[in-house]
């Protein structure tokens, strides 16, 4: 985990890695599943909300600062603006 704070949060690979883990046990998948995505799309709508308000804030601020203020891979952050004004959630 500590060489991902090095680089920022990549909410790409994060969930690709969810995924991944979750996937790995069938026990764990009928046990957990439910909760953990519950707790990942709570963490996405918090970071989404952070990234709406740095990005209103900050309107001509480049993807680098969200890596900066939110620790955000430079990957995270333009997936994150994309998915965003694909969802109407940025103008």
Known sequence: MAECMDEGVDPTH???SLVSKV???KQLRAVTEPD???LF???LD???????G?????????PL?????L???ENGASFMISKLKREGKLG
Request: with cysteine; net charge negative.
């Open 14 to 16: 994060m969930c690709q």
């Open 23 to 25: 996937a790995q046990s």
């Open 36 to 38: 953990i995505l519950v």
């Open 41 to 43: 799309e709570d963490w």
């Open 46 to 52: 918090e970071l989404e909300m952070e990234v709406v």
């Open 54 to 62: 740095q990005i209103k804030s900050h309107p001509k601020a480049d």
């Open 65 to 69: 600062k969200l890596t900066r203020e």
């Open 71 to 73: 620790g955000l891979s």
